[in-house]
């Protein structure tokens, strides 16, 4: 599917491929909105998903990107009257209005990313909830540090960044109770010049790790010559991460997405939480390979953190859920 430059062309296309026979074949009709371009990797990882299932054959998929808060919702509507049978997106800071909007179109199920639970009886919610990983990360990150100082980089500090922070300085200090943090926020989601500001900043103050939230702290690393921890996509090899980026954290909507399209074709489509779907026991997080880094992490801190992974995905061990905002250290 070619991405949809301009909300006209949207709505044109999607209705073409709409009134097709996609029921008759199995398939349903989904929409993707997004309020930012396919290539930023939170709504890139929406886009694969997605894009996975069209190509399988399960759905009819076309999307606009791009798309203004304040246009979000004549979108979503626009695609609801359409006849979709399932819209994917995000309502972060316009849930009112979205909520309001599911309402009016109870036939049509709904899954978006939203800090707030379910709503009605068709909006369901989800985040990425990959703290997990993030834990696993800092467990080898609190073993390869030589300052015992690690800096972080972030976008905001809202919970689905708080918590894989947290979540990240939790497993450090689980093997290194000595490491101390320095934690950054850039106020903006892709921003890679201020991003590797901010990380030059911290390797001034003597950290040897980063862990890069956001896009531009794997390219200060490298010219720092210091080691960094990738977040969402794999880092090592889509943001030229060689010999820089360890490991990522992975973020995966693919067992989200598979859930409401079978769910939608099944006629059971109801509002609930996603949040289990994007968790590793149900595959939607995970750590990415060691790549080149194999050999340079010590044995020991390679078996503690594959005995964890085993733990949290059997449900014997918990990693705690922490939005709160988290602070420097040192």
Same mark, same amino acid.
């Given at each position: 599917?070619?991405?949809?430059?301009?909300?006209?062309?949207?709505? +044109?296309?999607?209705?073409?491929?709409? =009134? @097709?026979?996609?029921?008759?074949?199995? %398939? !349903?009709?989904?929409? /993707?909105? #997004?309020?930012?371009?396919?290539?930023?990797?939170?709504?890139?990882?929406?886009?694969?998903?997605?894009?996975?299932?069209?190509?399988?054959?399960?759905?009819?998929?076309?999307?606009?990107?791009?798309?203004?808060?304040?246009?979000?919702?004549?979108?979503?509507?626009?695609?609801?009257?359409?006849?979709?049978?399932?819209?994917?997106?995000?309502?972060?800071?316009?849930?009112?209005?979205?909520?309001?909007?599911?309402?009016?179109?109870?036939?049509?199920?709904?899954?978006?990313?939203?800090?707030?639970?379910?709503?009605?009886?068709?909006?369901?919610?989800?985040?990425?909830?990959?703290?997990?990983? +993030?834990?696993?990360?800092?467990?080898? =990150? @609190?073993?390869?540090?030589?300052?015992? %100082? !690690?800096?972080?980089? /972030?976008? #905001?500090?809202?919970?689905?960044?708080?918590?894989?922070?947290?979540?990240?300085?939790?497993?450090?200090?689980?093997?290194?109770?000595?490491?101390?943090?320095?934690?950054?926020?850039?106020?903006?989601?892709?921003?890679?010049?201020?991003?590797?500001?901010?990380?030059?900043?911290?390797?001034?103050?003597?950290?040897?790790?980063?862990?890069?939230?956001?896009?531009?702290?794997?390219?200060?690393?490298?010219?720092?010559?210091?080691?960094?921890?990738?977040?969402?996509?794999?880092?090592?090899?889509?943001?030229?991460?060689?010999?820089?980026?360890?490991?990522?954290?992975?973020?995966?909507?693919?067992?989200?997405?598979?859930?409401?399209?079978?769910?939608?074709?099944?006629?059971?489509?109801?509002?609930?939480?996603?949040?289990?779907?994007?968790?590793?026991?149900?595959?939607?997080?995970?750590?990415?390979?060691?790549?080149?880094?194999?050999?340079?992490?010590?044995?020991?801190?390679?078996?503690?953190?594959?005995?964890?992974?085993?733990?949290?995905?059997?449900?014997?061990?918990?990693?705690?859920?922490?939005?709160?905002?988290?602070?420097?250290?040192?």
């Amino acid at each position: 599917m070619k991405r949809i430059p301009t909300i006209a062309a949207a709505c +044109c296309l999607a209705i073409a491929l709409l =009134a @097709g026979t996609a029921l008759a074949a199995g %398939k !349903i009709k989904v929409a /993707g909105i #997004y309020t930012q371009p396919i290539q930023q990797k939170w709504d890139a990882c929406l886009h694969k998903a997605l894009q996975k299932a069209a190509d399988a054959g399960e759905i009819e998929y076309v999307y606009s990107e791009k798309v203004s808060n304040t246009d979000y919702v004549r979108v979503l509507r626009e695609y609801s009257e359409k006849g979709v049978n399932l819209v994917v997106g995000e309502a972060f800071g316009i849930s009112r209005d979205v909520t309001k909007a599911a309402k009016d179109y109870p036939n049509v199920a709904y899954l978006m990313g939203d800090s707030f639970g379910p709503r009605g009886t068709n909006l369901s919610v989800f985040d990425n909830y990959i703290h997990e990983p +993030c834990y696993l990360m800092g467990m080898i =990150a @609190g073993k390869m540090t030589k300052t015992n %100082k !690690i800096g972080m980089v /972030g976008g #905001y500090p809202i919970g689905e960044v708080n918590r894989l922070f947290n979540a990240f300085m939790a497993g450090a200090k689980s093997v290194n109770p000595a490491v101390q943090f320095k934690v950054s926020f850039i106020g903006s989601w892709y921003d890679p010049p201020k991003a590797k500001e901010f990380a030059y900043a911290q390797v001034e103050a003597g950290v040897d790790v980063l862990y890069a939230e956001r896009a531009g702290v794997v390219d200060a690393a490298r010219e720092k010559g210091i080691i960094a921890f990738g977040n969402v996509n794999d880092m090592n090899k889509e943001e030229n991460g060689k010999d820089v980026v360890v490991t990522s954290a992975l973020w995966s909507m693919d067992a989200a997405v598979k859930r409401a399209v079978d769910l939608v074709k099944a006629g059971k489509f109801t509002a609930e939480d996603y949040r289990d779907y994007t968790m590793m026991a149900k595959g939607g997080a995970s750590l990415a390979p060691y790549y080149e880094f194999d050999a340079k992490i010590p044995a020991d801190v390679k078996a503690k953190v594959a005995e964890a992974a085993d733990a949290i995905k059997t449900g014997k061990m918990t990693i705690e859920i922490n939005d709160n905002e988290p602070k420097s250290t040192f």
